[in-house]
T-cell receptor, first 112, second 116 residues
């Protein structure tokens, strides 16, 4: 069936290193993608989004890359900090009024 | 920014009772609000979508008589878990989407429900 999934369920990085979190999606009709950060016991927090007509978008310390050929999405966090420790979810959306479909999540642990 | 609040943040109830969770968009009007359920170490599962003034659309497998959703205004949606049982214990999260033309969903902080 259609799904959004993640390659790595857990990721441990050293403080100051760059982090890369990957996500695969299966529906080529998806045209909008979002990364969310969720800290323990809290709701998801919007990080960055990208539309299907783009292949890269940068924010503050974060970059999202979209490869539609292989249906792959990644989130890069530069100079990872302890405060970045959380679970990261990718989500896809189909059409302007479509519902978000969440991937399984990757837990990022940052070692000081 | 866009802020979404939920109340209560935590609730413990006895089996058989009903629990109401409120979701409010504090600084914007939301045509559409969403209710999600999340089990520990799992992803968010969409339960239902509600549009202001109309009946909610439930995802497959979600009992509409069990999870009553009301979206009476552009800033408030409520989820009532009726006759709660221990298996209903979960983390319930709402999100809101701004008026037409905006796609970003803003999430509330979640409500932890424990049914004894």
């Amino acid at each position: 069936g259609e799904s959004v999934g993640l390659h790595l369920p857990t990721l441990s990085v050293q403080e100051g290193d760059n982090s890369i979190i990957n996500c695969a999606y299966s529906n080529s009709a998806s045209d909008y993608f979002i990364w969310y950060k969720q800290e323990s016991g809290k709701g998801p927090q919007f990080i960055i989004d990208i539309r299907s007509n783009m292949d890269k978008r940068q924010g503050q310390r974060v970059t999202v890359l979209l490869n539609k050929t292989v249906k792959h999405l990644s989130l890069q966090i530069a100079a990872t900090q302890p405060g970045d420790s959380a679970v990261y979810f990718c989500a896809e959306k189909r059409g302007s009024q479509g519902n978000l479909i969440f991937g399984k999540g990757t837990k990022l642990s940052v070692k000081p | 920014g866009a802020v979404v609040s939920q109340h209560p943040s935590r609730v413990i109830c006895k089996s058989g009772t009903s629990v109401k969770i409120e979701c409010r968009s504090l600084d914007f009007q939301a045509t559409t609000m969403f209710w999600y359920r999340q089990f520990p170490k799992k992803s968010l599962m969409l339960m239902a979508t509600s549009n202001e003034g109309s009946k909610a659309t439930y995802e497959q497998g979600v009992e509409k008589d069990k999870f009553l959703i009301n979206h009476a205004s552009l800033t408030l949606s409520t989820l009532t878990v009726t006759s709660a049982h221990p298996e209903d214990s979960s983390f319930y999260i709402c999100s809101a989407r701004k008026l037409i033309g905006k796609e970003t969903q803003y999430f509330g902080p979640g409500t932890r429900l424990l049914v004894l």
